[in-house]
């Protein structure tokens, strides 16, 4: 069965700081990966994701994430986060057999100081 | 324009009462999903629906039930809940191939 595991469960960062969250997942074949992003009081907003090709992809708001296929890993990154940064962020996967079921992460929060 | 939208905002209701929650979506998608998301926890998936048809259900209480009306339409008809089904409810939507889904903002539902 398909796992994601984030391990950072609470990062505290004042702003400017750089940012990196880990997201590996447990799955043997091919798949599609996602980071979506839930500010405070608002709806998962679709961060970036990853279906095939170029292992770095750019996603809104300066975000980026990397997928390394032998680590099973999909890392978040922003080279300097801002106090609007301040957020629950979910890692997530499907199996592209099967691209109905989205399997989250445990989530990771985020705050942001000034 | 990549809005989901749902109706109502907030409920509050008994656990007698029965209720419906509502899911919208204009984007041509084919697939269509309810969540329930904790507190300070992942959304979990309840249901399914591609082309109309329920094609996952999560192991969800009979307490909980679905409806497709149209592609555009998904409904959740809530019937003598339990104050631990007290959650947000999130709808999704996502058009095959591309995979990604589009949430709604929720129903912050209380169960009293």
């Known amino acids: 069965a398909q796992s994601v595991s984030q391990h950072n469960h609470h990062v505290i960062l004042s702003e400017a700081a750089s940012l990196e969250l880990g997201c590996n997942y447990s799955?043997?074949?091919?798949?599609?990966l996602f980071w979506y992003v839930q500010y405070p009081g608002q709806h998962l907003q679709l961060l970036l994701k990853y279906f095939s090709g170029d292992p770095l992809v750019k996603g809104i708001k300066g975000f980026e994430a990397e997928f390394i296929k032998s680590k099973f890993s999909f890392n978040l990154r922003k080279p300097s986060v801002q106090w609007s940064d301040t957020a629950e962020y979910f890692c997530a996967v499907n199996a592209q057999y099967n691209t109905d079921k989205l399997i989250f992460g445990t989530g990771t929060r985020l705050q942001v100081f000034p | 324009d990549t809005e989901v939208t749902q109706t109502p905002k907030h409920l509050v209701m008994g656990m007698t009462n029965k209720k419906s929650l509502k899911c919208e979506q204009h984007m041509g998608h084919r697939a269509m999903y309810w969540y329930k998301q904790k507190a300070k926890k992942p959304p979990e998936l309840m249901f399914v629906?591609?082309?109309?048809?329920?094609?996952i259900n999560e192991s969800v209480p009979s307490r909980f039930s679905p409806e497709c009306p149209n592609s555009s339409l998904l409904n959740l008809h809530l019937h003598a809940l339990q104050p631990e089904d007290s959650a947000l409810y999130l709808c999704?939507?996502?058009?095959?191939?591309?995979?990604?889904?589009?949430f709604g903002p929720g129903t912050r539902l209380t169960v009293t």
């Open positions: 799955y043997g074949g091919t798949v599609n």
């Open positions: 999704a939507s996502s058009h095959a191939p591309t995979y990604e889904q589009y």
């Open positions: 629906y591609s082309y109309e048809k329920l094609s």
